[in-house]
């Protein structure tokens, strides 16, 4: 009866609940990027069938008499067998096909909607814009949504649905608690709140964690889980596939970074990805205005909570950003909101969190100490933060807003670089093939 009570609150609330793991044939359906968002974008999904399909079309079209037929590139994949696997649930241990369907053609700057067909089944109608708007536009980002069914996450996304619009949704990592089990990603993927936008994220720690039983928190050895629900561009660096990528959003490159594999900020999988985004800002130079980088741990956050981002991650990334002329890092992990002043040219902001798990301001961080002007005591405030980036040729303005849709913190940026449309949206994307590594290695979309 409890379970039938909570699911009926969270269905008034948002309009559906979260789908439930064994009644599921198409489920944690995503729209994401690709590199150029103005004529592509990518659907992954789940499915229990080994055959289905999506429909798209112009979001004029309703009745989907135009509709485009897409069959997905698709693997049966489940973690079961595979070593950290969370043991207590049925969830990702249960097979199903991954399936990625890649639209293009599209048109700049124009809505579509689309569904997923399979068996006699037929998903919810979703839609999502493509970039390519002139003037001003803009994008929304979070961090760390992390617990199941924490009472922050939802609203506040649609709270900046409401007061943004947004077409483009970033998010720093750590969406959920522990990424290997599933029951975390049907209470944020399979909500209705979390749709109708186009999606990009890095992994966090968490979505590195197979299982928390005894709080020894088990890894994998590639954020194995976010690898099999998103794909993403599959132009990142040689060694970290599918957890970094770039793409190009109007005037604005976007670069992922996953921080978790530079932990140690030594060796392979870190001097891998620093040259891959040093030649990427590189090659692309004349086709953006600004450099967002989005990562999951601060490098100018709490040396308190955690000290290898100080130690370790801080002088080996903020030189690499110096060089490239990084406008804006965006991330998270500290749960402890800051921004800083601008630093060699670049502003780190550190949403702190995205929902219920929150700390206090210790004295590692503090507004005045000539790194940080602005510093917020979530803990203590109840506070969870998004923000709203918009952008223009002119500058970019960033509103940090809580979950009562008020403005904590804004800031703006200005640019540093020339920038002509004539090279923006220039190609269309090359869908590269993307072979995940680490647990699991060896499958293919």
């Not at 993927?189 to 720690?205: Q, T």
Request: contains cysteine; glycine residues 6%; proline residues 4%.
């Amino acid at each position: 009866m409890r379970k039938i009570i909570i699911g009926l609150i969270c269905c008034l609330c948002f309009g559906n609940c979260f789908a439930e793991e064994s009644d599921s044939v198409i489920y944690h359906i995503v729209t994401t990027v690709c590199e150029n968002s103005a004529n592509s974008a990518t659907v992954n999904y789940h499915c229990s069938n080994p055959s289905s399909y999506v429909l798209y079309t112009k979001a004029s079209d309703k009745a989907f008499r135009k509709a485009v037929k897409v069959e997905p590139e698709s693997a049966l994949w489940s973690t079961k067998g595979i070593e950290n696997t969370a043991k207590e649930t049925t969830f990702f241990t249960k097979e199903r096909y991954v399936c990625s369907a890649h639209l293009s053609g599209l048109k700049p700057n124009s809505e579509y909607i689309f569904k997923i067909v399979s068996q006699g089944t037929e998903s919810k109608v979703f839609s999502f814009a493509t970039s390519g708007k002139r003037g001003k536009w803009n994008f929304v980002a979070f961090t760390d949504f992390q617990h199941k069914g924490n009472r922050e996450t939802l609203p506040l996304i649609q709270n900046m649905k409401e007061l943004a619009h947004p077409a483009l949704v970033i998010c720093s990592g750590d969406m959920v608690d522990v990424a290997g089990k599933e029951d975390g990603w049907f209470w944020l993927l399979d909500n209705d709140v979390f749709r109708d936008f186009v999606y990009a994220a890095s992994p966090g720690d968490h979505e590195y964690w197979a299982d928390d039983t005894g709080r020894k928190y088990p890894q994998y050895n590639s954020p194995h889980t976010f690898n099999h629900l998103f794909k993403f561009p599959g132009n990142g660096a040689p060694m970290s596939p599918n957890s970094t990528y770039w793409f190009l959003y109007n005037n604005v490159l976007f670069i992922a970074l996953d921080m978790n594999n530079s932990n140690v900020a030594t060796g392979p999988r870190f001097e891998d990805q620093v040259k891959w985004f040093e030649k990427t800002v590189e090659i692309l130079k004349g086709r953006y205005q600004y450099i967002v980088v989005y990562e999951h741990k601060s490098i100018y956050g709490s040396s308190k909570i955690d000290s290898v981002v100080a130690a370790r991650l801080r002088p080996q990334w903020a030189p690499v950003f110096k060089k490239c002329g990084v406008d804006l890092v965006l991330s998270g992990h500290d749960h402890i909101f800051s921004r800083t002043e601008q630093i060699d040219g670049t502003f780190y902001l550190d949403m702190g969190s995205s929902g219920d798990k929150r700390r206090a301001i210790d004295s590692s961080v503090a507004e005045g100490d000539g790194i940080h002007a602005k510093v917020l005591d979530l803990k203590n405030q109840g506070l969870c933060c998004a923000c709203n980036v918009e952008v223009s040729k002119r500058g970019m303005k960033v509103t940090v807003y809580n979950q009562r849709k008020e403005a904590v913190d804004s800031f703006e940026i200005s640019p540093k670089r020339k920038y002509s449309r004539k090279t923006e949206n220039r190609g269309e994307q090359v869908f590269h093939p993307t072979t995940f590594v680490g647990a699991g290695a060896g499958i293919n979309f």
